[in-house]
């Protein structure tokens, strides 16, 4: 499901450019302030992704969606905490990957490469393209344990996990 949106804070823009290579529609600026944030994710229903504390609670009090990050996590623990926070799925399929650079839907240009129509970046399947599958796969299994973890607890059990073998990765088509 794609239609979940982010805005992210600073510092944080790897996590932006990773949640727009799974396609979802990300914000981010290094430049953007506090209030600035509340306010663009209020009026365009917009997840907040931070590491801010103080942010945290701001966004919780006027009832915005926010999730807060661990100061040490790495890329595999973030995603697959706002992937159970948020419902997203982790996966990537590149005909909807959006441009990690400016958030643009890409535009397949010929059999293996693709295109930014805005800042005219240029995507294809190279040896990096293995590099992204293996962070997803690591990112599924620490979602699954999350998730497990919470179920154990006796929360209400999360429909993904009876899912069993959930797709992880859309291959190529
Ligand atoms: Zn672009």
């Known amino acids: 499901m794609l239609s979940q949106k982010f805005i992210v804070d600073a510092m944080l823009g790897r996590v932006a450019r990773w949640l727009r290579i799974m396609g979802y529609d990300t914000l981010y600026s290094n430049k953007f302030e506090d209030w600035k944030i509340l306010k663009i994710a209020e009026s365009q229903n917009r997840i907040i992704i931070t590491r801010d504390r103080g942010l945290y609670r701001r966004s919780i009090k006027r009832g915005l969606k926010c999730i807060l990050l ?3 996590s790495d890329i595999v623990h973030s995603l697959a905490y ?8 982790l996966s990537v399929n590149i005909d909807a990957t959006r441009c990690a650079i400016c958030n643009s839907l890409l535009k397949k240009v010929s059999e293996n490469r693709w295109v930014c129509p805005k800042c005219k970046k240029e995507y ?3 040896k990096h393209w293995k590099t992204i599958e293996e962070v997803i796969i690591k990112a599924n299994s620490e979602l699954i344990k999350l998730e497990e973890k919470n179920a154990s607890r006796g929360a209400s059990a999360n429909p993904r996990i009876k899912q069993g073998n959930r797709s992880i990765i859309n291959r190529d088509s």
């Open 70 to 72: 661990n100061a040490d």
């Open 82 to 89: 706002i992937a159970y926070k948020s419902k997203i799925d």
């Open 124 to 126: 294809w399947k190279g």
